[in-house]
């Protein structure tokens, strides 16, 4: 049973495109997380949200955290081939943090 | 300041081989967690710890131990290895973010 649904698993869109990438949860956590990984590599933290409702940008992302904070969204607008990697969603309970599936985005030249 | 540490990188064993996987931290760090990754998902948890000679199954514990006599160390002990453990292992450790170690991939045949 996965305690994060991410959707959709794979995305492959045309560089300069636009796209969100979800997070849901039947569970309130009391933080959120998302990571980029790419092949070979461990995850790496882009941005934590803890407060429900909660918006946060880091350049051409924008990060969402849902008001009753069992889900998130990640929006990138004109996507360049460096964003290519698999994003994870990552809730945190306290001592512990869960993941979600993740979503493998593609972006083509 | 080396982060986080996972000895081996690379590992083959046999069915019903044991092993230990080593992760060290020198960031003081008292949270520190092992995942698994399988091909193209998420991370799931395998047992935590929030301090010296506490610690707590995660999502998918069996098959797994851990113990944690130090704050630095966290080694994750496969007993009677199976194809089923074929993954790559994440340690990771939490101060005013979450530090990865570099994985160790580990393949059972």
């Known amino acids: 049973t996965q305690l994060l649904e991410q959707s959709p698993q794979f995305l492959s869109i045309q560089e300069g495109e636009n796209l969100t990438v979800y997070c849901n949860s039947s569970?309130?956590?009391?933080?959120l997380q998302w990571y980029r990984q790419e092949p070979g590599e461990g995850p790496v933290l882009l941005v934590t949200v803890v407060t429900g409702g909660e918006v946060k940008k880091l350049k051409r992302l924008t990060f969402q955290f849902g008001d009753a904070r069992k889900d998130s969204s990640l929006h990138i607008t004109a996507a360049q081939p460096g964003d290519t990697g698999l994003y994870l969603c990552a809730g945190g309970d306290f001592n512990k943090f869960y993941f979600g599936s993740g979503t493998k985005l593609n972006v083509k030249p | 300041n080396a982060g986080v540490t996972q000895t081996p990188k690379f590992r083959i064993l046999k069915i019903g081989q044991s092993m230990t996987l080593q992760c060290a931290q020198d960031m003081n760090h008292n949270y520190m967690y092992w995942y698994r990754q399988d091909p193209g998902m998420g991370l799931k948890l395998i047992y935590y710890s929030v301090g010296a000679g506490i610690t707590d199954k995660g999502e998918v514990p069996n098959g797994y131990n851990v113990s944690r006599s130090t704050t630095e160390d966290f080694p994750l002990r496969l007993e009677l290895a199976a194809p089923s453990q074929t993954s790559v292992y994440f340690c990771a450790s939490v101060g005013n973010t979450i530090y990865f170690g570099e994985g160790s991939w580990l393949t059972v045949v």
């Open positions: 569970s309130v956590f009391s933080s």
